[in-house]
Protein backbone atom coordinates (compact mmCIF):
# COMPACT_ATOMS: atom_id res chain seq x y z
CA UNK A 1 0.00 0.00 0.00
CA UNK A 2 1.21 2.99 -0.91
CA UNK A 3 1.86 5.69 2.28
CA UNK A 4 -0.27 8.80 1.84
CA UNK A 5 1.46 12.08 0.78
CA UNK A 6 2.82 13.85 3.69
CA UNK A 7 1.04 17.77 3.45
CA UNK A 8 2.79 20.22 3.36
CA UNK A 9 2.83 22.59 5.84
CA UNK A 10 2.99 26.61 4.60
CA UNK A 11 4.02 28.71 7.60
CA UNK A 12 2.39 32.34 7.12
CA UNK A 13 4.83 34.59 6.88
CA UNK A 14 3.87 37.64 9.63
CA UNK A 15 3.05 40.45 7.45
CA UNK A 16 5.21 43.25 8.81
CA UNK A 17 4.10 46.33 10.47
CA UNK A 18 4.52 49.89 8.37
CA UNK A 19 6.38 52.14 10.79
CA UNK A 20 4.89 55.66 9.72
CA UNK A 21 7.11 58.31 10.17
CA UNK A 22 6.39 61.54 11.03
CA UNK A 23 7.74 64.69 9.59
CA UNK A 24 9.75 65.72 12.42
CA UNK A 25 11.32 62.61 11.88
CA UNK A 26 12.18 62.79 8.04
CA UNK A 27 12.60 66.79 8.89
CA UNK A 28 15.35 65.21 11.10
CA UNK A 29 17.28 63.08 8.97
CA UNK A 30 17.49 65.89 5.92
CA UNK A 31 18.98 68.24 9.07
CA UNK A 32 21.93 65.08 9.67
CA UNK A 33 22.39 64.29 5.82
CA UNK A 34 22.96 68.44 5.03
CA UNK A 35 25.40 68.60 8.42
CA UNK A 36 27.13 66.16 7.35
CA UNK A 37 27.81 67.25 3.95
CA UNK A 38 28.60 70.60 5.67
CA UNK A 39 30.83 69.20 7.49
CA UNK A 40 32.42 67.58 4.33
CA UNK A 41 32.88 70.91 2.90
CA UNK A 42 34.27 72.61 5.83
CA UNK A 43 37.11 70.13 5.51
CA UNK A 44 36.67 71.03 1.73
CA UNK A 45 37.46 74.91 2.79
CA UNK A 46 39.92 74.38 5.16
CA UNK A 47 41.72 72.05 2.69
CA UNK A 48 41.40 75.07 0.51
CA UNK A 49 42.88 78.24 2.58
CA UNK A 50 45.80 75.66 3.22
CA UNK A 51 46.38 75.44 -0.16
CA UNK A 52 46.36 79.00 -0.29
CA UNK A 53 48.54 79.49 2.05
CA UNK A 54 51.24 77.11 0.36
CA UNK A 55 50.62 79.00 -2.85
CA UNK A 56 51.37 82.09 -0.92
CA UNK A 57 54.94 80.91 0.24
CA UNK A 58 55.92 79.76 -2.78
CA UNK A 59 54.80 83.09 -4.60
CA UNK A 60 57.60 85.06 -1.67
CA UNK A 61 60.25 82.56 -2.02
CA UNK A 62 60.07 82.52 -5.84
CA UNK A 63 57.24 85.09 -8.25
CA UNK A 64 56.92 83.00 -11.28
CA UNK A 65 54.28 82.97 -13.34
CA UNK A 66 53.96 79.53 -12.39
CA UNK A 67 53.27 80.31 -8.86
CA UNK A 68 50.75 82.56 -9.08
CA UNK A 69 49.12 80.53 -11.36
CA UNK A 70 48.99 78.80 -8.24
CA UNK A 71 47.60 81.07 -5.68
CA UNK A 72 45.32 82.32 -8.34
CA UNK A 73 44.06 78.76 -8.52
CA UNK A 74 43.89 78.23 -4.84
CA UNK A 75 41.97 81.38 -4.05
CA UNK A 76 39.72 80.44 -6.71
CA UNK A 77 39.06 77.10 -5.17
CA UNK A 78 38.53 78.39 -1.96
CA UNK A 79 35.67 80.86 -3.13
CA UNK A 80 33.91 78.64 -4.60
CA UNK A 81 34.26 75.99 -1.47
CA UNK A 82 33.05 79.02 0.54
CA UNK A 83 30.16 79.48 -1.58
CA UNK A 84 28.77 75.69 -1.07
CA UNK A 85 29.48 75.84 2.38
CA UNK A 86 26.83 79.15 2.89
CA UNK A 87 24.70 77.27 0.42
CA UNK A 88 24.53 74.12 2.52
CA UNK A 89 25.05 76.10 6.12
CA UNK A 90 21.44 78.19 4.14
CA UNK A 91 19.81 74.36 3.95
CA UNK A 92 20.88 73.31 6.84
CA UNK A 93 19.06 76.19 8.51
CA UNK A 94 16.06 76.10 6.43
CA UNK A 95 16.05 72.13 7.41
CA UNK A 96 16.21 73.07 11.12
CA UNK A 97 13.22 75.54 11.13
CA UNK A 98 11.40 72.95 8.85
CA UNK A 99 12.26 70.27 11.72
CA UNK A 100 10.91 72.41 14.26
CA UNK A 101 8.02 73.66 12.21
CA UNK A 102 7.77 69.78 11.74
CA UNK A 103 8.14 69.17 15.38
CA UNK A 104 5.42 71.65 16.22
CA UNK A 105 2.88 69.64 13.45
CA UNK A 106 3.86 66.71 15.60
CA UNK A 107 2.89 67.87 18.86
CA UNK A 108 0.09 69.31 17.39
CA UNK A 109 -0.96 65.44 16.17
CA UNK A 110 0.12 63.90 19.33
CA UNK A 111 -2.38 66.33 21.36
CA UNK A 112 -5.09 65.52 18.87
CA UNK A 113 -4.48 62.11 18.91
CA UNK A 114 -4.64 62.54 23.09
CA UNK A 115 -7.43 64.47 22.95
CA UNK A 116 -9.34 61.96 20.49
CA UNK A 117 -8.31 59.32 22.75
CA UNK A 118 -9.08 60.46 25.80
CA UNK A 119 -12.35 61.55 24.04
CA UNK A 120 -13.24 58.29 23.11
CA UNK A 121 -12.45 56.71 26.75
CA UNK A 122 -14.84 59.23 28.16
CA UNK A 123 -17.48 58.69 25.46
CA UNK A 124 -16.87 54.60 26.35
CA UNK A 125 -17.19 55.42 30.25
CA UNK A 126 -20.12 57.53 29.56
CA UNK A 127 -21.67 55.27 27.16
CA UNK A 128 -21.22 52.55 30.30
CA UNK A 129 -22.40 54.88 32.75
CA UNK A 130 -25.49 55.32 31.24
CA UNK A 131 -26.49 51.78 31.71
CA UNK A 132 -25.76 52.00 34.78
CA UNK A 133 -27.40 55.34 35.86
CA UNK A 134 -30.42 54.36 33.56
CA UNK A 135 -30.91 51.11 35.57
CA UNK A 136 -30.54 52.83 39.18
CA UNK A 137 -32.65 55.81 38.19
CA UNK A 138 -35.41 53.08 36.61
CA UNK A 139 -35.31 51.06 40.00
CA UNK A 140 -35.53 54.36 41.88
CA UNK A 141 -38.26 55.55 40.18
CA UNK A 142 -39.82 52.06 40.09
CA UNK A 143 -40.10 52.00 43.64
CA UNK A 144 -41.29 55.71 44.26
CA UNK A 145 -44.23 54.86 41.76
CA UNK A 146 -44.81 51.44 43.10
CA UNK A 147 -45.36 53.33 46.20
CA UNK A 148 -47.53 56.09 45.29
CA UNK A 149 -49.80 53.70 43.08
CA UNK A 150 -49.93 51.50 46.49
CA UNK A 151 -51.47 54.19 48.42
CA UNK A 152 -53.80 54.85 45.61
CA UNK A 153 -54.89 51.56 45.62
CA UNK A 154 -55.24 51.04 49.74
CA UNK A 155 -57.25 54.34 49.51
CA UNK A 156 -59.79 52.70 46.41
CA UNK A 157 -59.66 49.95 48.99
CA UNK A 158 -60.73 51.28 52.00
CA UNK A 159 -63.47 53.54 49.59
CA UNK A 160 -64.44 50.31 48.29
CA UNK A 161 -64.35 48.57 51.35
CA UNK A 162 -66.67 51.29 53.29
CA UNK A 163 -69.36 51.05 50.39
CA UNK A 164 -69.22 47.32 50.45
CA UNK A 165 -69.58 47.40 54.42
CA UNK A 166 -72.74 49.47 54.27
CA UNK A 167 -74.29 47.34 51.31
CA UNK A 168 -73.65 44.48 53.74
CA UNK A 169 -74.90 46.18 56.48
CA UNK A 170 -78.17 47.47 55.24
CA UNK A 171 -78.48 43.84 53.65
CA UNK A 172 -78.29 42.32 56.87
CA UNK A 173 -80.82 45.29 58.28
CA UNK A 174 -82.94 44.12 55.80
CA UNK A 175 -82.82 40.58 56.44
CA UNK A 176 -83.37 40.74 60.08
CA UNK A 177 -86.49 42.61 59.55
CA UNK A 178 -87.98 39.79 56.92
CA UNK A 179 -86.55 37.29 59.52
CA UNK A 180 -88.64 38.97 62.31
CA UNK A 181 -92.14 39.49 59.95
CA UNK A 182 -91.81 35.64 58.85
CA UNK A 183 -91.30 34.46 62.77
CA UNK A 184 -94.02 36.53 63.57
CA UNK A 185 -96.38 35.25 60.90
CA UNK A 186 -95.15 31.91 61.89
CA UNK A 187 -96.45 32.30 65.68
CA UNK A 188 -99.83 33.84 64.81
CA UNK A 189 -102.73 31.85 64.56
CA UNK A 190 -105.98 31.60 62.82
CA UNK A 191 -109.32 32.31 64.62
CA UNK A 192 -112.20 29.71 63.72
CA UNK A 193 -115.38 28.46 64.82
CA UNK A 194 -115.92 24.41 65.51
CA UNK A 195 -118.02 24.63 62.84
CA UNK A 196 -117.41 20.58 61.85
CA UNK A 197 -118.98 19.48 65.98
CA UNK A 198 -122.19 20.93 65.09
CA UNK A 199 -122.51 19.55 62.01
CA UNK A 200 -121.58 16.14 63.60
CA UNK A 201 -124.05 16.82 66.32
CA UNK A 202 -126.91 17.60 63.48
CA UNK A 203 -126.09 14.35 61.53
CA UNK A 204 -126.83 12.31 64.69
CA UNK A 205 -129.97 13.26 65.31
CA UNK A 206 -131.66 12.71 62.29
CA UNK A 207 -135.22 11.75 64.30
CA UNK A 208 -135.75 14.41 65.99
CA UNK A 209 -138.06 16.70 63.75
CA UNK A 210 -137.58 19.72 65.74
CA UNK A 211 -133.82 19.14 66.06
CA UNK A 212 -133.88 18.98 62.19
CA UNK A 213 -135.97 21.83 61.77
CA UNK A 214 -133.58 24.25 63.69
CA UNK A 215 -130.86 23.21 60.97
CA UNK A 216 -131.18 26.11 58.98
CA UNK A 217 -129.96 28.41 61.81
CA UNK A 218 -127.42 26.73 62.59
CA UNK A 219 -126.20 26.75 58.64
CA UNK A 220 -127.18 30.62 59.30
CA UNK A 221 -124.57 30.83 61.40
CA UNK A 222 -122.13 28.51 59.62
CA UNK A 223 -122.58 31.11 56.53
CA UNK A 224 -120.10 34.01 58.48
CA UNK A 225 -117.11 31.24 57.60
CA UNK A 226 -116.24 33.41 54.58
CA UNK A 227 -115.25 36.15 56.43
CA UNK A 228 -113.00 34.37 59.14
CA UNK A 229 -111.61 32.59 56.11
CA UNK A 230 -110.30 36.44 55.06
CA UNK A 231 -109.04 37.34 58.25
CA UNK A 232 -107.33 34.06 58.61
CA UNK A 233 -105.78 34.59 55.12
CA UNK A 234 -104.10 38.20 56.39
CA UNK A 235 -102.93 36.31 59.27
CA UNK A 236 -101.05 33.25 58.36
CA UNK A 237 -100.58 32.83 54.46
CA UNK A 238 -99.06 29.24 55.27
CA UNK A 239 -102.45 27.82 56.64
CA UNK A 240 -104.63 28.58 53.59
CA UNK A 241 -104.98 24.36 53.02
CA UNK A 242 -106.36 23.87 56.28
CA UNK A 243 -108.85 27.13 55.99
CA UNK A 244 -109.90 25.65 52.28
CA UNK A 245 -110.92 22.41 54.09
CA UNK A 246 -113.11 24.28 57.25
CA UNK A 247 -114.65 26.03 53.82
CA UNK A 248 -115.32 22.82 52.26
CA UNK A 249 -117.00 21.44 55.73
CA UNK A 250 -119.01 25.08 55.52
CA UNK A 251 -120.60 24.34 52.03
CA UNK A 252 -121.03 20.54 52.62
CA UNK A 253 -122.90 21.78 55.84
CA UNK A 254 -125.31 24.09 53.52
CA UNK A 255 -126.32 21.40 51.60
Same mark, same amino acid.
Given at each position: ?122 ? @? ?51 ? @? ?73 ? @????
Amino acid at each position: MKKPAKKKIVKKVAAKKTVKTTAAQNAAKKVIALQSKLTAQAKILGASREKISQAKAKLADKATPATRRVLTAARKGFKTTNIKIKSLQDDVKTAKSSLRLAQLADSVAAAEASAKATLAATE @AKLAAKVVSDLAAAVKKFQERWTKIRSAQNAKKMKAVSKKLAAKLKAAEKKAA @AKAKAEITKAKATPKTKKAPAKKAVAKNLPAKKAVAKKAPAKKAVTKKAPAKKVVAKKAVARKAPVKKTLAKKTS @AAKS
